[in-house]
């Protein structure tokens, strides 16, 4: 119900102009072929994910035989979920784990990880928190007041400290504790791209040296209002790191919705979770057939 909702506006600019669109036309034709091309490219699907698609429709039409046009809805819903899904399976985190989440600021990241606490504990686990961008003050406490909120416990530093010394004594602490999950907060900061590689492979050093790789996931946050914008910040990100999954955040206020299809087939990095609101149990687990089921209801 929350991704339906949380569609709603994605849905109005991709699923129901196609609709209105098919709605108008009795017979399949290139005319036809091109209205739908059109709602797709200005829907943030990107145009080359949208000429494949296009030409997919047609090639699946023409083998199928496909007269009515209304049959062309199911085509889109089958091609876009083949997009979506994901042949080999998500990588399951074991735990002890670890979570480092990257990002650019404001894209959502301290409340995805307030967010993802919560589902941790909720799942009987302890989760422990770490302030690991130190050069905002704002955020040390923004991730503090979640902390707080969920009922877990964070370590944080002074303001200006060396994010991986937080990110270091945030694994003593856990492994201390035996806590099962870790999340790591990173600073978001892309005016220097240098330092910002220089952080975070220091940071995935001391993580590496600690947690053996089923035991790590490095998530990158994106917003989805940002549409095209989030396709080239996961870009410079998998440059600079090792991304495992992404988070779309923000879904619920945006109709860019369908710029997780051109995320999905530019960068191959599979969607983990999408964000469809402020609040605390507003993050969800991506599922391809959930998702493609709520654009198309
Ligand atoms: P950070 O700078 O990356 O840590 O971003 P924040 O976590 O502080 O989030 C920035 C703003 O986006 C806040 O006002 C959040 O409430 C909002 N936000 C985060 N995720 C979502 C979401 O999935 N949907 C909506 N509508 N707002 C979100």
Redesign the pocket.
């Known amino acids: 119900r929350k991704l339906k909702n949380g569609l709603s506006k994605t849905r109005k600019g991709i699923t129901e102009k196609v609709d209105r669109i098919i709605g108008q036309y009795q017979k399949i034709d290139e005319d036809l072929y091109e209205e739908i091309e059109e709602v797709l490219i200005t829907s943030d699907i990107g145009m080359d994910t949208t000429i494949e698609i296009i030409d997919t429709m047609r090639e699946k039409a023409h083998q199928e035989k496909i007269k009515d046009p209304q049959e062309l809805k199911r085509l889109l819903k089958e091609i876009i979920l083949s997009i979506l899904k994901d042949e080999n399976q998500e990588k399951i985190i074991e735990t002890p784990s670890i979570y480092l989440l990257i ?1 650019v ?8 990880i307030g967010k993802l606490a919560a589902q941790f504990k909720s799942q009987g686990k302890s989760v422990l928190l770490a302030a690991g961008d130190t050069f905002r003050a704002a ?1 040390a406490e ?1 991730l503090s007041i979640w902390a707080e909120r969920v009922g877990v416990d964070i370590i944080k530093h002074q303001q200006g400290s060396d994010p991986a010394a937080v990110i270091f004594d945030a694994i003593q602490a856990a492994k201390a504790r035996k806590i099962d999950v870790l999340i790591c907060d990173t600073a ?1 900061r892309l005016h220097n791209k240098k330092n910002l590689m220089n952080e975070l492979a220091k940071i995935n050093r001391i993580i590496e040296k600690e947690y053996a790789q089923k035991n790590r996931c490095n998530l990158l ?1 994106l917003d989805a209002t940002t549409g095209q914008n989030a396709i080239s910040q996961a870009k410079l990100f998998s440059e600079v790191a090792d991304i495992n999954g992404l988070v779309l ?5 945006t109709s860019k919705g369908g710029v997780i299809l051109a995320i999905k087939k530019q960068l191959g990095i599979p969607v983990s979770y999408v ?4 609040g605390i149990d ?1 993050l969800q687990i991506f599922d391809a057939t959930q998702f493609v089921e709520a654009l198309f209801e």
């Open positions: 990002g600021n404001g894209v959502g990241k301290t409340t995805t955020a923004q978001g946050v955040t923000k879904l619920d206020g964000g469809v609101g402020e507003d």
